[in-house]
């Protein structure tokens, strides 16, 4: 036997009671690892997808709040998909080249993806190809990074240059974490709201919310969400020094029923998101720091007082102050530990679920996360265990032995 | 071994003091076996656990072993109460989610004996109690007798010189009582110091030595070495 053994007997013996303020511990933890968590995938996401997008306008809905970047093309309200046209047979300078995107939820096998339409550069560029002076002329990207070396780049590379050329109507590109859930592979068919399409291409993983959504061809989309011709946005590759010039501006005098924004707007929300989950994490970080603790500091009370006639016991068995001091510390060290690395367990399952609903990232477990929750957790148990381990420890033996 | 220098003990309840020992002096021999006994709240706890190292006196001296005990710091005393006194106590006070066999190895852990060790001492000392089939039993699932045998195996198992019982018969069938004087004696004649607080006469009895209790004083002093304490009751 050792003072582990003791400490670990009782801690089982009296499961019951020690289960309120173990769950208050290990609920805070969880809430902080959990949004910690997200919150760093979330700062993640927003310098990747920064990174990797091409675009820096979008045009969206009037309504469209600005929430997350991540959902500003999952819009309910739309937008006519006349306004691409309008669009390309402006004048206007600087535009460099057009997305438009129609997004829907769709059920795969009881799992939920989005299905995004996009139109084929080809299908864009016929739009304007009755007009002179076509705006597609130019390189279809400001930096004129195109590839004219390959003829025909793959639909990955395209796909990441954003700029697909060709896509059939029953053509899908799928995400590289739906194909993964659904163990796609080029050339296998997938059901989609009643409509089967072929898959082209699984497209690599990117980070971003890309990796949970499917891509199909606009108008299939526009056909199986049944609103007509219509779009959730337009993503513009708008020339840098054009958009310093009033780009924006001009395109809302072009089209006054929609929203124009830059993305470093939207972005801007999103990093106050993110802030605000900081700074939520320190909000949830109070009130366990008070809630568990109190909870913690009560129990161990109670479970000083419970046990007097016990710890006189020990006393006249020969334990001095310091191995009953020692044992309720030790038993508050255990509490922290289990408590530290359940709530990481428990935070950790709750980001990978919750965040792509939540902040629409894809969030993996973070290892040092249980550094931090084992500490806190630990933490919060010893000082709030001190005082009654300390009560214990000076507990005057005879009283407890004397009453019957 | 044990000495008493005119100790005494008041407790102050609500602005009312009472005297539980009143200049009580007293000298118990190795190896002696004394019953103490006395009317209800005569002060036989008291003394019982001032003896042990429990309970500081408000006045007067305790030796064990020439040694001043409550001239020792708290941690020193403590090793003595773990290395030279065994307490048996009227409610056994078993540690309720240990084992028996874990209850009889927490006085060899608090003297750091190894883990072995400990087993080794413990099943000895429990099969020498009759207990070698009950030693996974929690003290929930063990008659009264058999957690009171598991008490004393566990009194014993650091060698004590010396044994402090407080009514150790005071929950036990008559039968089971005899058993546990027997054994008492049997570790007296082992050459431990033994000191009994009992309520029965025929238990006291059965000690070398009878002191009775009377409102904190020594009333009477029977068996004793020196013939001018006998009982003039
Ligand atoms: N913690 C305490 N606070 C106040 N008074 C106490 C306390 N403990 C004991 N006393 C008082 O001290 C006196 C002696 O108590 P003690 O327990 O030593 O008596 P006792 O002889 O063991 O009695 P019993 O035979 O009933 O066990 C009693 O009057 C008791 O009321
Ligand atoms: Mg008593």
Redesign the interface.
């Known amino acids: 036997m050792q003072l582990k053994t003791l400490v670990w007997r009782e801690l089982f013996e009296r499961r019951n009671q020690l289960a309120t303020s173990f769950i208050a511990i290990l609920l805070g933890v969880s809430v902080i690892v959990s949004v910690e968590n997200i919150t760093v995938y979330s700062e993640k996401a927003v310098a990747k997808e920064l990174d990797a997008l091409g675009a820096n306008v979008l045009i969206l809905p009037k309504s469209a709040s600005l929430q997350t970047y991540y959902s500003a093309d999952m819009q309910n309200e739309e937008i006519p998909e006349e306004y691409v046209t309008r669009l390309v047979l402006s004048d206007l300078k600087g535009l460099d080249n057009l997305f438009p995107k129609l997004s829907m939820q769709v059920d795969v096998a009881g799992k939920k993806f989005t299905l995004t339409g996009i139109l084929p550069q080809d299908e864009l560029k016929a739009k304007a190809a009755w007009k002179a002076g076509d705006v597609f002329a130019r390189p279809p990207l400001c930096v004129g990074d195109a590839a004219p070396a390959e003829p025909t780049p793959s639909k990955e590379t395209q796909f990441r240059r954003r700029v697909i050329q060709k896509l059939d109507a029953a053509e899908a590109l799928v995400g590289a974490e739906v194909a993964a859930a659904l163990k796609l592979k080029p050339g296998d068919t997938l059901q989609l709201e009643g409509k089967t399409f072929t898959v082209s291409t699984i497209l690599p993983e990117t980070g971003t919310v890309d990796d949970s959504r499917v891509f199909a061809h606009l108008h299939t989309v526009q056909q199986l969400a049944g609103k007509g011709p219509v779009l959730n946005a337009i993503e513009v590759v708008g020339c840098c020094k054009e958009i310093s010039k009033g780009l924006v501006q001009k395109i809302n005098k072009l089209l006054p029923d929609a929203k124009v924004v830059t993305i470093t707007q939207i972005v801007d929300t999103q990093i106050k998101t993110n802030h605000m989950m900081a700074q939520l994490s320190w909000l949830f970080l109070g009130i366990i720091v008070i809630v568990g603790g109190a909870s913690m500091a009560n129990y161990m009370y109670a479970n000083v007082y419970e046990r007097r006639r016990e710890i006189g016991t020990l006393i006249a068995l020969g334990a001095g102050s310091g191995v009953v001091l020692r044992m309720f510390l030790l038993k508050a060290l255990l509490l922290g530990l289990g408590g530290g690395i359940a709530g990481y367990v428990l935070g950790t399952v709750l980001a990978v679920i919750l965040g792509p609903r939540i902040a629409g990232v894809i969030v993996l477990p973070l290892p040092w996360l249980l550094l931090l929750a084992v500490g806190v957790a630990v933490a919060i148990s010893l000082v709030a265990s001190y005082f009654p381990a300390r009560r214990a420890a000076r507990m005057d033996p005879c009283t407890a032995l004397r009453e019957t | 071994m044990l000495k008493m220098e005119s100790v005494s003990k008041d407790y102050t309840l609500r602005g009312k003091t009472v005297k539980a020992l009143d200049g009580v002096s007293l000298e118990i021999a190795r190896g002696d076996f004394v019953s103490v006994v006395g009317p209800s709240g005569s002060g036989k ?1 008291t003394l019982l ?1 001032i003896l ?1 190292g ?2 500081s006196p408000a006045a007067g001296r305790v030796m064990v072993d020439g040694k001043s005990l409550y001239d020792l710091r ?2 020193e005393r ?2 003595v ?3 030279t ?1 065994g ?1 048996v ?3 056994f ?1 078993l ?4 084992t028996a066999l ?1 209850n009889v ?7 750091g004996v190894d ?1 072995r060790g ?1 087993k080794e001492r413990a099943t000895a000392l429990l099969e020498r109690m009759g207990l070698a089939d009950r030693l996974d039993h929690k003290p929930t699932e063990l008659s009264v007798g058999q957690q009171q045998r598991v008490a004393l195996a ?1 009194m014993l198992a ?1 060698d004590p010189q010396v044994i402090l019982a407080d009514e150790p018969t005071g929950n036990l069938d008559p039968e089971t009582a005899q058993s546990v004087l027997s054994f008492l004696e049997e570790v007296n004649k082992e050459g431990r110091t033994v000191v009994m607080v009992t309520h029965d006469p025929k238990a006291a009895a059965r000690a070398k030595r009878m002191l009775r209790l009377c409102d904190g004083r020594i009333a009477s002093d029977h068996g004793a070495a020196s013939a001018s304490a006998l009982d003039t009751y």
């Not at chain 2, 927490?106 to 003297?111: G, H, N, S, T, Y």
């Open positions: 706890s656990l042990g429990m309970l708290p941690e403590a090793t109460r773990k290395k006194v307490f106590f009227q409610m006070n540690v309720p989610y240990l874990e190895q927490v006085p060899l852990f608090l003297a883990d400990q566990r650091n």
